[in-house]
């Protein structure tokens, strides 16, 4: 073993002695901080199925899938991986790989099917039994209150275009919060709002599929003001739990050194990295890019980002890769770089180190006390199999790869005293891997989507074995740059 990191503390910011720097060399092991949090991530849409069980209403995500197009393979969420079914042994699945905690996200119109109003009891007891079951096995249950399955009705009446709807989510948030918070640590707001807003609302790639730049704005700050409004009802109905929230971050790198390219690219880092963080963590909204879009700020109130900048406890960090920004051609169609480096299944080029920096930028520009990775990991072919206990399992050797590779990155930011307390690899089980349908799998458990048969693949047993150990092997040096193909092969 090699230089092991040595704690006592159960929990630990910047200062603790965690996260002391060890001097460790370069060799064959690795060492995670006692109490380092191994676990999986997964969403309500992506997994559940049973869109109509015990009184749960429409989300934008089925009305969004029930349009031809919209989704790569025609399909949708009505079965997916038939969680809400089949929880219980889902549960020991993940009892059975050792895991610590589960991230996990509630699903809105379970809870409150009208978007507002009457409680939905039968819907939240489906969450009741989840957490119970977890704790029961040992596993610390993380919801996440929101992972883009808004009810339908409240898109009816402007979504996040619409300031009624954070106010809407602080209702909800406070409806779970009553029924779950004695058993919750840690309440999560929302995942990547980045997502909900740009790929719901600019692009169109994502329910309930606009296409508006000043739409973005408008609902980015809703999402924002929706973190503030619950993380002030959160507070009081669970004053010991810890508050956070998810985003996600895509490190940005200029094409060239062009002025253009490096222009595009601040914009790119504001937009993708900083807009929904540098809020949160006191900054006010990235000035300069703001101004270049042409956002009038008409949806900012007085007191709304007091609001979006109360202290959180943690930040969940969803990494995948990074970005090479070119300035806009004159038609206006962007040329995709080509990629540095392999890419993995969704063409997502696979760069870890992009990883460790992040983590320490983060560190630096905002100083949260503790941070967390929420998800990371990768779609892969999965088309090589092996003989396992398990029977015919998957041979993920390049999924196992991407995940050592960056947890790698996780250890020596943790070396430089980067307060990161946990490791959510996503995702559990293949599932519904939204505009791409069943098309990406991202699982360490394979899912026959025609039988519901889970199999874990070779990644899992390897992650199984680092949960209970917290050590695994350096992967040793990252490939070297041209491993990558052209973007336009
Ligand atoms: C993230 C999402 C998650 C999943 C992964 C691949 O952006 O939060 O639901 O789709 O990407």
């Not at 009208?114 to 989840?130: P, Q, S």
């Not at 973190?227 to 956070?244: F, N, Q, V, W």
Request: proline share 6%.
């Amino acid at each position: 073993m090699n230089h092991p990191t040595t704690t006592t503390a159960a929990h630990a910011g910047g200062n603790d002695d965690r996260f002391r720097r060890s001097d460790a060399i370069a060799g064959d092991e690795l060492t995670l901080p006692d109490g380092f949090i191994w676990g999986s991530a997964t969403s309500s849409f992506q997994i559940e199925g049973s869109p109509d069980a015990d009184g749960k209403s429409e989300s934008i995500w089925d009305r969004f899938c029930s349009v031809p197009g919209n989704v790569l393979d025609g399909t949708d969420g009505d079965v997916a991986c038939d969680h809400y079914t089949r929880w219980s042994d889902d549960v020991a699945l993940m009892a059975s790989m050792g895991l610590h905690a589960y991230r996990f996200s509630i699903a809105w119109t379970r809870v409150l099917p009208g978007g507002t109003g009457a409680v939905n009891h039968a819907g939240l007891d489906f969450y009741d039994r989840l957490v119970d079951g977890l704790l029961s096995a040992g596993i610390t249950p993380m919801p996440t209150l929101y992972h883009w399955d808004l009810p339908q009705v409240l898109d009816d009446q402007g979504g996040w275009l619409s300031r009624d709807t954070a106010h809407a989510f602080a209702d909800y948030a406070e409806a779970v919060v009553e029924r779950l918070g004695d058993r919750i640590g840690t309440w999560t707001t929302l995942n990547e709002p980045f997502v909900s807003a740009n790929h719901g609302y600019v692009t169109g790639e994502h329910a309930p599929g606009h296409t508006s730049l000043s739409e973005g704005f408008a609902a980015s700050h809703h999402l924002l003001l929706a973190h503030g409004l619950a993380g002030e009802r959160i507070r009081s109905a669970a004053p010991d739990a810890d508050l956070a929230i998810v985003l996600n971050f895509t490190p940005a790198t200029p094409a060239s050194d062009d002025p253009a390219d490096i222009a595009e690219c601040a914009i790119q880092n504001d937009l993708q990295n900083r807009w929904y963080a540098d809020p949160v963590g006191g900054l006010g909204y990235p000035e300069e890019t703001a101004a270049a879009l042409g956002w009038d700020r008409s949806e900012v109130l007085d007191g709304d980002m007091a609001l979006i900048s109360m202290p959180i406890d943690l930040l969940g960090v969803n990494f995948y890769s990074r970005q090479i920004v070119r300035a806009p051609l004159p038609d206006d169609n962007r040329a995709e770089e080509p990629k540095e480096f392999a890419t993995t299944a969704m063409g997502w080029e696979i760069h870890p180190p992009s990883l460790g920096e992040l983590l320490r930028e983060l560190d630096s520009r905002y100083g949260f006390s503790k941070l967390m990775i929420t998800e990371n990991g990768c779609a892969m072919p999965d088309d090589t199999r092996v003989e396992s206990a398990h029977g015919s399992q998957v041979d993920d050797l390049d999924r196992l790869d991407y995940v050592q590779r960056h947890i790698a990155q996780v250890h020596s930011a943790i070396e430089d005293g980067v307060p990161v307390v946990g490791y959510l690899v996503w995702s559990l089980f293949d599932n519904f891997e939204w505009a791409w349908g069943y098309t990406g799998r991202f699982g360490i458990v394979e899912v026959d989507f025609d039988t519901q048969r889970r199999t874990p693949k070779r990644s899992a047993d390897w992650f199984s074995k680092v949960a209970a150990s917290n050590v695994l092997a350096d992967p040793g040096p990252e490939p070297e740059s041209g491993s990558g193909a052209s973007a336009d092969a």
